[in-house]
């Protein structure tokens, strides 16, 4: 009877991640991504962070998938929450966000969702391929963690190296 319990309880645990990672509403096709991003860089300024853009769509699973697992786990949340500035930048049929994505050097061409970092000045210092992030159905907590820490604030500044 306790394994039946488990094996239930573990189910239903499963089935509520995977609906809300289904359902997930992370982007908005109406967002105005140009102001969203000056906005992000105005705070980052202020907060010495970088600004963390991820692009991609509500119809993209990996999407949404990379988000449930940066939400859901506190190392990873805290990370993000402590260097970065998020902003979620649509690309969907109802809007490409064509202007953004050129002004950010097409990261489009790694496909979705796609990372891109700019320092606290609006300067774009890193684009990633999340692919390269991927692991099984999910993505790698130390790749994602690694990824994180080496596009800090910290590990760009030269005075974090000096002796």
């Known amino acids: 009877m306790k394994q039946y319990i488990t094996i239930v309880l573990l189910f239903s645990c499963f089935t509520?991640?995977?609906q809300t990672e289904e359902k997930a509403h992370i982007y908005d096709?109406?967002?105005n991504a140009a102001s969203d991003i000056k906005h992000a860089v105005a705070i980052a300024l202020k907060e010495h962070k970088h600004v963390f853009i991820q692009v991609g769509g509500n119809w993209c699973?990996?999407?949404r998938r990379?988000?449930?697992?940066?939400?859901g786990d506190t190392t990873l949340s805290r990370l993000m929450k402590d260097n970065y500035v998020l902003v979620h930048v649509?690309?969907?049929p109802e809007n490409k966000n064509e202007k953004v994505l050129a002004s950010l050097g097409y990261p489009q061409r790694f496909g979705y969702p796609v990372f891109v970092i700019l320092?606290?000045?609006g300067k774009r210092v890193h684009t990633q391929n999340s692919g390269y992030l991927e692991e099984g159905q999910g993505y790698s907590k130390k790749k994602v963690e690694d990824f994180l820490k080496q596009w800090s604030p910290?590990?760009?500044d030269p005075k974090t190296y000096a002796k």
């Open 66 to 71: 990379f988000h449930a697992q940066v939400l």
């Open 61 to 63: 699973v990996w999407c």
């Open 16 to 18: 509520v991640f995977a």
């Open 119 to 121: 320092d606290s000045e």
């Open 90 to 92: 649509n690309y969907s």
């Open 154 to 156: 910290a590990a760009l």
């Open 29 to 31: 096709p109406a967002a």
